[in-house]
């Protein structure tokens, strides 16, 4: 069972960096996707970066070239580097994982079996 637990998360000033992290306890399997996912009031969840495996990475057009998606197999930690925050970034900010590198290809939120609780992330301009 893979408890995603998230760290990091805060207030700053638009143009300011942040940095989460996502312990699991463990990477699921052989084959995984794990990630992040935002979600402002009133708005869908909305899909950040993945990360599979492999180490091949997809991202979200909002924040592509912005945000940098990492991970520490040793530690079983996942790592959401972002640069640049403007104030549409506000919004909780949540690490999902499954058990299915194909998964990746797409970031649909129901594809994920396994969520943290979340962590704030608000950005004034």
């Known amino acids: 069972q893979v408890q995603p637990v998230e760290s990091g998360g805060g207030s700053v000033q638009a143009g300011g960096s942040l940095k989460l992290s996502c312990a699991a306890s463990?990477?699921?399997?052989?084959?995984?996707?794990m990630g992040w996912f935002r979600q402002a009031p009133g708005k869908e969840r909305q899909g950040i970066a993945l990360i599979d495996i492999t180490t091949r990475t997809t991202y979200g057009d909002a924040v592509k070239g912005r945000f940098t998606i990492s991970q520490d197999k040793a530690k079983n930690t996942l790592y959401l580097q972002m640069n640049n925050l403007k104030p549409e970034d506000t919004a909780v900010y949540y690490c999902?994982?499954?058990?299915?590198?194909?998964?990746?290809?797409?970031?649909?939120?129901?594809?994920?079996?396994?969520w943290g609780q979340g962590t704030q992330v608000s950005v004034s301009s």
């Open positions: 463990s990477f699921v399997g052989s084959g995984y996707c």
């Open positions: 999902a994982a499954v058990a299915d590198g194909s998964r990746c290809r797409a970031m649909i939120p129901r594809d994920f079996t396994f």
